[in-house]
């Protein structure tokens, strides 16, 4: 179990109450799509991902990035058992999507630059070592089943 202080907990839920899913979500994903082209093999049913202009027009695309984005829901209302949260999901991403678990990680970076941009000065190093300590959680969590 991870132990989190008042401060990461207020930090993490003030950073979701405020984000804005429709921008955000679609944003991480498609950054990490034209960052990391090699992550696009798991998208092959969204069609032609050839740009970033056409990644970031797909709307299969901005919505799988909300849905992923209001997938992290469930660990801001369970901060004290990731892990258990995401045991399901685990399973599913290894065992029948087969998605190397390196891949949350790098979504979890783009979703820290999305976050940072958005934020701008109010991402100060306390709030990204907040951040950034709960997506790790979440992305240990989420690779769980892979070890």
Known sequence: MVGWTDFE????QSIFSKMNYDDVGPAALSRCLVVYPW????????????NAAAIQGKPMVAAHGKTVLHGLDRAVKNMDDIKATYA????????KLRVDPDNFRLLADCLTIVVA???????????????????????????????
């Not at 907990?9 to 993490?12: E, F, G, L, P, V």
């Not at 958005?118 to 070890?147: E, I, N, P, W």
């Open 39 to 50: 992550t696009q093999r798991y998208f092959g049913n969204f069609g032609n991902l050839y």
């Open 88 to 95: 399901e999901l685990s399973v599913l991403h290894s065992e």
């Open 9 to 12: 907990r207020a930090t993490i």
């Open 117 to 147: 941009a958005r934020m701008g000065a109010a991402f100060t190093a306390d709030v990204q070592g907040a951040f950034q300590k709960f997506l790790a959680v979440v992305v240990s969590s989420l690779g769980k089943q892979y070890h």
